[in-house]
């Protein structure tokens, strides 16, 4: 009998990002023989991907870490290892305050990993934090079997330094993967069982092809033709960026969501311009008008944050009136956070936690009422909906997703699962809607 393979935990904090590079590592090590470990008990190996996005995430990192201390000394075999966001902000530091932590990779060195492995299981600690200059990936190698959902990044890194935010300085400017190896890879993910595919980027506006060119909007086109692909989205857009042509494109392309991220960060434009968002809110509203022309129906989501340095009421209030006006479908709302190395954090008129916190609940309550109002009004519509299987509460009740990206949940037959089915809504809930089947 062979040895017993090693095994792999990995704990995933943050966007979809971090979500789609710890499927890579998972590739990566599945390749070097590694199993998954369901906990981080059972596991050789402990891989925790991080975000510095905002402080908390930051915080639950050190403390997670911080407890598997106790698991090392036990078996000291065990190796531990920090990569991600904040892996790339920390670097050396990780290491210094955390002594059992055996190695650090930073956003750029995921494909190093097996070489810092290698040097760990000699005992030799390491921080890699070299952020690359050009897209270093190779293709994932398509997995056996996919779930419904698959995630392919098209672009890393951004060029934008919004004032609060740290992620040009931990995922390093923009640079867009080759076409080629964005389809391939988004192929091999639909002949592994895949139906609906998201593109990722920070800002997937600004994607280009680095040798032919081809933009955003032509990407969605070429990857419309794949057969067995249902439906692909995106995210993130940033709205300065946001084209005429991929707005036609999401009204044309029949396998293209009816759904847009457009984050505003706040409908101020004194609060925008400190952000330097580079657009004003008219700007803004401009551009949801003119996408709700062209693509009826669409859903719209957002970001906002409460509480940015000098924020006055009658700015957090401009971004209440904002959420009436462009109408989110969904919405990320997030307290002001100092994050290092930006511009925000060296600013005066920080506010009080105690402010942003009742601001946030201000946001969420008057985007509760307004989303249930929208939700009630869509009662009548027949859908298209993706099954995703059955649904988590409710007996019998199977859930999926529109053509809009909402959550519906109808009684029908798990059979279902994986195809597409037509439904009425019959009811509009604060984060679902409910409905009932018709005949195909
Ligand atoms: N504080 C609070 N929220 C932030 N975001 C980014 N940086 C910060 C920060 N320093 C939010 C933005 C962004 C989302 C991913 O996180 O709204 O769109
Ligand atoms: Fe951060 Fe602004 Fe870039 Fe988005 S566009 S990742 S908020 S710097």
Redesign the pocket.
């Given at each position: 009998m062979g040895a017993t393979a090693k095994r792999v935990h990995i704990t995933t904090f943050g966007c979809q990002m971090n979500e789609y590079d710890s499927g890579r590592l998972a590739g990566l090590l599945a390749e070097l023989g590694y199993e998954r470990a369901e906990a981080p008990q059972e596991a050789d190996l402990i891989l925790v991907n991080t975000c510095s996005v905002r402080q908390r995430a930051e915080h639950k990192v050190y403390s997670l870490v911080g407890a598997l201390k106790e698991l090392k000394q036990r078996r000291p075999g065990l190796i531990i290892g920090v990569g991600g966001c904040v892996a790339q902000q920390e670097g050396q530091k990780l290491l210094d305050q955390i002594p059992h932590l055996d190695l650090v990779f930073g956003t750029g060195a995921l494909e190093r990993l097996p070489e810092l492995l290698e040097e760990a299981g000699r005992g030799h600690r390491r921080a890699l934090v070299d952020l690359p200059a050009a897209p270093a990936r190779q293709p994932l190698r398509a997995p056996a079997r996919a779930g419904l959902k698959a995630l392919v990044t098209v672009m890393e890194g951004?060029d934008?330094?919004?004032s609060y935010?740290v992620?040009?300085h931990v995922r390093g400017r923009e640079r867009s993967r080759p076409a080629a190896e964005v389809i391939a890879e988004a192929a091999g993910l639909t002949q592994a069982g895949a139906r609906e595919i998201t593109l990722l980027g920070?800002?997937v506006n600004s994607y280009r092809d680095p040798g032919e060119g081809l933009d955003f909007p032509g990407l969605l086109k070429r990857l419309c033709g794949l057969p067995q692909l249902t439906r692909l989205t995106f995210t993130?857009s940033?709205p300065k960026d946001l084209s005429f042509r991929l707005m036609e494109a999401l009204a044309g392309l029949d396998k293209v969501m009816k759904k847009l991220h457009l984050?505003a960060q706040s409908g101020s434009d004194r609060v925008l311009k400190a952000m330097g968002r580079g657009y004003t809110r008219r700007q803004y509203l401009d551009k949801v008008e003119g996408l709700r022309r062209l693509v009826p129906g669409v859903a719209l989501g957002g970001d906002i944050i409460v509480g940015f340095p000098g924020e006055s009421e009658e700015d957090f209030e401009q971004s209440l009136e904002l959420l009436e006006l462009a109408g989110y479908d969904f919405l990320y709302s997030f307290k002001y956070s100092d994050r290092p190395f930006t511009r925000a954090s060296r600013l005066s008129g920080k506010l009080s936690e105690e402010v942003k916190a009742q601001r946030l609940a201000r946001l969420h309550a008057r985007q509760n009422q307004l989303v249930l109002e929208l939700h009630r009004s869509l009662a009548g519509q027949v859908v298209q909906v993706l099954v995703e299987g059955p649904a988590k509460k409710g007996a019998g009740l199977l859930t999926g997703r529109c053509q809009a990206g909402r959550a519906v949940n109808f009684p029908g037959p798990p059979e279902l699962a994986g195809g597409l089915a037509r439904v009425r809504i019959e009811e509009g809930l604060v984060n679902s809607l409910r409905g009932r089947l018709l005949p195909a």
């Open positions: 951004c934008n330094f919004c935010c992620v040009p920070q800002n993130t940033h984050p």
